[in-house]
């Protein structure tokens, strides 16, 4: 715990000493006892300085709440750099402190993300409040320090007509993709690594009807949607003594019994691929995920790779993708813009439009 948030934090860091999270009411509580002798203003910025300390981002609040900042990097030496859509750039004005502060930010992010993080368990991945996704790794697996990775997302929830007007897509492709989610096409969203395929997901799965119950399947639970029946399912890892784990391939085949009208998987890299196939070949039609892809014309060769780790073979794959996937709506990023570049069917040929 800082140094800065005593005395008025020493009550909350004795509820997080004793087992119990902070809380916006605990804090509350620690302000209105000091009240009198800190004034309005000041009472208003210990509350604000106490929740960016202790349920919120600390010194990486200000990125978090930069609208152009997509991903926030931490180094075991407490550098800190950020991604605004053209590369990752150092943030000298930020100050975490040495690989021990920087640890402690680790292990309280975690802890707010409802995670373990601990030299008997040295990474984690989870989502903290507002959406961002954290993953956090410790040393001896990494030098120097702890590291921390913040994927902060700038479009949470709505339809595919925000992500036009943020340039995403343009009005031809957004009738066409609204056209694959009407007609229940099957499909796949690629791209590389934070090209924006979980909010293309999420706003196409805004189009779904509202008659229609949504089983959304993930690892780290991400992806942003409004619809009125959305069940979520997530993965959990071992305890320390490896008992307890929930992986993708058992929620895939949970969700399959949950009567879904769409299944979801919120990103396609194991074994769970076979599930995921063998249930799109068997009448449940509109389902999608996304799935890494450096292009369009790669789909094919990485469901090959994935279907390997579920012991398939490669003419296996083909032939359950064949009637699995229709359509392949590939994300890239142009100027700093994260950009629809095509949607194709498996072959690769262009699909511009798709018949009722």
């Not at 931490?74 to 040495?98: H, K, L, S």
């Not at 924006?196 to 999420?202: A, P």
């Not at 009448?283 to 999608?288: A, L, P, Q, S, T």
């Not at 794959?317 to 890239?332: D, F, K, M, T």
Request: aromatic content about 2%; glycine content about 12%; overall charge neutral.
């Amino acid at each position: 715990m800082s140094r800065e948030l005593r005395p008025e934090g020493e009550a909350v860091e004795r509820q997080i000493r004793g087992g119990v999270p902070p809380s916006d009411e605990a804090i509350d509580e620690v302000v209105a006892h000091d009240g009198v002798r800190l004034g309005v203003v000041g009472a208003s910025r210990r509350g604000t300085h106490l929740r960016s300390g202790l349920i919120g981002f600390g010194p990486l609040e200000p990125l978090v709440c930069d609208r152009g900042v997509t991903d926030v990097l931490v180094n075991g030496d407490g550098a800190v750099w950020v991604d605004r859509g053209e590369g990752v750039t150092r943030e000298p004005e930020i100050e975490i402190g040495g690989p021990a502060e920087v640890r402690r930010l680790a292990t309280r992010l975690a802890a707010l993300a409802g995670r373990r993080l601990d030299d008997a368990q040295p990474w984690v991945d989870g989502l903290l409040p507002r959406g961002v996704r954290l993953h956090a790794i410790l040393p001896p697996l990494v030098n120097d320090g702890a590291h921390i990775s913040l994927r902060v997302p700038r479009h949470q929830g709505g339809g595919l007509d925000d992500l036009v007007r943020l340039g995403m897509l343009d009005g031809d492709q957004a009738r066409l993709v609204r056209s694959i989610v009407r007609q229940r096409l099957a499909y796949v969203v690629t791209g590389g690594t934070g090209t924006g395929k979980t909010t293309l997901l999420g706003a196409m799965l805004a189009e779904i009807p509202d008659r229609e119950r949504v089983l959304i399947v993930e690892d780290v639970a991400e992806i942003g949607v409004h619809h009125p029946h959305v069940v979520r399912l997530q993965a959990r890892q071992a305890n320390t003594e490896g008992a307890g784990l929930v992986s993708m391939v058992d929620l895939v085949r949970q969700a399959l019994r949950m009567r879904p009208d769409r299944l979801v998987v919120g990103e396609v890299r194991g074994p769970e691929v076979r599930d995921l196939l063998l249930a799109l070949n068997t009448g449940h039609e509109g389902g999608c995920g996304t799935l890494h892809a450096n292009r369009a014309e790669d789909v094919p060769a990485r469901f090959e790779a994935l279907g390997a780790l579920a012991g398939m073979s490669r003419d296996a794959v083909h032939a359950q993708l064949a009637g699995a996937i229709s359509i392949v709506i590939h994300l890239r990023r142009r100027h700093g813009r994260r950009v629809v570049e095509s949607v194709t069917d498996l072959e690769g040929r262009p699909v511009r439009e798709v018949g009722w």
